[in-house]
């Protein structure tokens, strides 16, 4: 007899509304913790498994403009989830934070700077930058005015 109450307790939704007011409150607030524990949970899943579905983020602090006369450039930034950085193939030391900057020195004409950035699980994201190293009104292209590199 005592089995088929409880079975017939557990298969009825309204069986809530024969308890007492204890109970009730026991029970919403057991569901609401258990509720509450389950969304922290997922939201420190979400946190730890977004950066690795997003891969490698590379933002620069300053784009130069595309058509330049001076050969010497600077491209400085942030990078996110990366775990190493190269520009045109060459690695590219990165900040604690993620910060880098690096000196380039364009070539007469057009070129391409291609950034990549690889994250923990070896995705790379590409970005590619172009840019035209103009003659001055001279006739010759700005190099004379670089210092001497050592």
Do not use: W
């Not at 017939?8 to 009730?24: A, G, Q, V």
């Not at 001076?70 to 900040?95: A, C, E, R, Y």
């Not at 923990?120 to 004379?144: M, Q």
């Amino acid at each position: 007899m005592i089995k088929y109450i409880l079975e017939s307790r557990l298969n009825n939704p309204l069986h809530i509304l024969f308890m007492s007011n204890f109970t009730k409150k026991k029970h919403l607030l057991t569901y609401g913790v258990g509720i509450f524990a389950t969304l922290i949970l997922g939201a420190f899943m979400v946190s730890r498994i977004a950066p690795l579905v997003r891969g490698s983020a590379i933002t620069l602090d300053h784009i130069p403009d595309q058509e330049l006369t001076n050969p010497k450039i600077v491209l400085s930034g942030k990078t996110f989830d990366t775990k190493q950085l190269s520009m045109n193939g060459t690695p590219i030391t990165l900040s604690p934070t993620g910060n880098f900057e690096q000196t380039i020195i364009l070539h007469p004409g057009y070129n391409m700077i291609t950034l990549d950035g690889t994250d923990t699980l070896h995705k790379t994201k590409k970005h590619t930058y172009t840019f035209i190293l103009k003659e001055n009104d001279t006739g010759t292209f700005a190099v004379s005015t670089l210092p001497l590199q050592q």
